[in-house]
Every structure is written in C-alpha cells, then in structure tokens.
C-alpha cells in the first residue's frame, strides 16, 4: 500500500536471510524504491550479491575512516533516506555482570552500534534530499541481563537518533527515528547469551503469546522511511508485541506463585 516508486535509499546491515535489514530491503524494493547496500566484510557482501543480485553493493566497515571518506562517493545518488542496522558487541567470553564490562569492549560497542550513525549521516548529509529519512534499529525496553552492556549502548543509540534529528534541522527537514524491537530470530541475536531463553519468556509476555517476527519490525521501517511517517521525528517507536504492558500476566504470576 506504500508507493515508492523513484526513491532512492541506502540500507546497511544485511547480513543474511534473517536481518533486520534484509527484510526491510525487500520490502522497500517491493514498494518500488531503489536500495543500495553496505556490507561490513567481503562475505557480506558476496551475500548481498546473491540475495539482492545487480543491486549497488560496497564494502563500508565504520572502524574504517578511509571507508567511510569514500561513502558518499560509493553512493553517488540523491538519497531519500537510509537504514541504519549495525550493532556489535563482544560476548566472546561469555556471559558477564553489566560491573566487569571492559572499557575497550564497551567502547568498541559504542562507536559501531550508536556513534557509527553520527559518522555515516554527517558523511550522507549532502545527498540526502531536504524530507529524506533516517531510521536505525535499536531494542525494546526490556533492560534484560543477558543483552549486557549493549543495552545502555542502545538506548545511547536512542538518544543519539534524537540530536541528529536536533542537529539536522537547523538546515533541512530530514526526520531520524528508531525502532524498538522486541526479541527477534536473527543471527546476530543467537550470539546474545542465554538468548534462546529471553526468547521464549517473552513470547509469553506478548498479548497475542506470540513472539515478534522480522517483518513486523520491517514493516514498520519502511513506514517510517516512507512520507507517510512525516510528522515523526526524533522518537523511538516500540514494536514488541504489546509486551510492555504485560510484565505482570497473570498465568505467568500464577504459575510462579504455584513453584
């Protein structure tokens, strides 16, 4: 039902059939638009070959300044908006208290995961059209253990979504919004420890006990990209499942009250 038939926008992320967006891309392309895609390494992008063939496709790793220098050259087009879907963080060790986090891994986190969203739209400011906008993928407002210090990280991303949108209306009206997802089946999430769990407690905290799937984050992505979401701005839009209103379900209560 969204017509976006010559528009023109830039997705990074894809990592497989499971992303964020990967979903998003289609369905943007469905809609009409033209996608050119970033990969952070040469597997990556290989696979946007074969997933998105004959598409633009480039190699941009943000812990690149030289990358990112020639982004909007490797671009080259008016842009109505882009995505914003890169997020890591070390688990490599395994679980760990939020207190023992170490300051290079953190740091590392934050300017892939938030900062990198600064870097890339001061980069794209140029091509970006006057009513473009941007949208970045962030995460529900569970607070939970296992997401570790990639939670404070992703709620700076929030607020850092918000001054861009601050910043970049001094000159134009482009828009910057984020979207809280629920839990989700992706790649990257099954690297989160103890993820499989949080999965399954939170499927029974949606209304519908039924756990968000992929599209419904990217529908709302391309909503929200598109000029029907023009009067949002600066604001992070939860996609959960009605989950933040039932912490207290009642057949999960009952069941713990019986233990």
């Keep these: 039902m969204i017509d976006l038939k010559g528009k023109t926008y830039f997705i990074t992320g894809v990592a497989n059939k499971k992303s964020v967006a990967y979903f998003s891309a289609k369905a943007l392309l469905q809609a009409g638009a033209e996608c050119i895609f970033s990969a952070q390494n040469e597997k990556n992008l290989e696979k946007i070959g074969k997933l998105f063939p004959g598409k633009k496709a480039f190699l941009l790793d943000v812990e690149s300044p030289e990358q990112l220098k020639e982004l909007k050259n490797n671009i080259g087009v008016e842009l109505d908006g ?58 529900s407002n569970t607070l939970a253990t296992s997401y570790g210090y990639l939670g404070p990280i992703k709620a700076m991303l929030e607020t850092t979504c918000a001054y861009l949108a ?88 009952k069941g713990f009250s019986k233990l």
Aim: proline residues 3%.
């Design 82 to 139: 882009f995505l914003h879907s890169i997020a890591f963080a070390n688990f490599s060790e395994g679980p760990k208290p939020f207190h023992e986090t170490k300051l290079k891994d953190y740091l590392q986190a934050c300017h892939i995961s938030s900062f990198s969203l600064v870097q890339i739209s001061n980069e794209l400011k140029d091509l970006l059209k006057d009513n473009a906008s941007v949208v970045t993928i962030s995460i």
């Design 166 to 253: 601050k910043s970049f209306s001094e000159f134009s009206n482009i828009r910057f919004n984020s979207v809280g997802a629920g839990p989700l089946k992706t790649s990257a999430s099954a690297g989160i420890p103890n993820y499989i769990e949080n999965y399954l407690y939170s499927e029974q905290l949606t209304l519908r006990k039924k756990n968000l799937s992929t599209q419904e984050v990217a529908n709302t992505v391309l909503f929200l990209l598109s000029p029907l979401a023009s009067g949002i701005n600066a604001t992070n839009t939860l996609v959960d499942a009605g989950m933040r209103a039932n912490y207290f379900d009642q057949a999960i209560v």
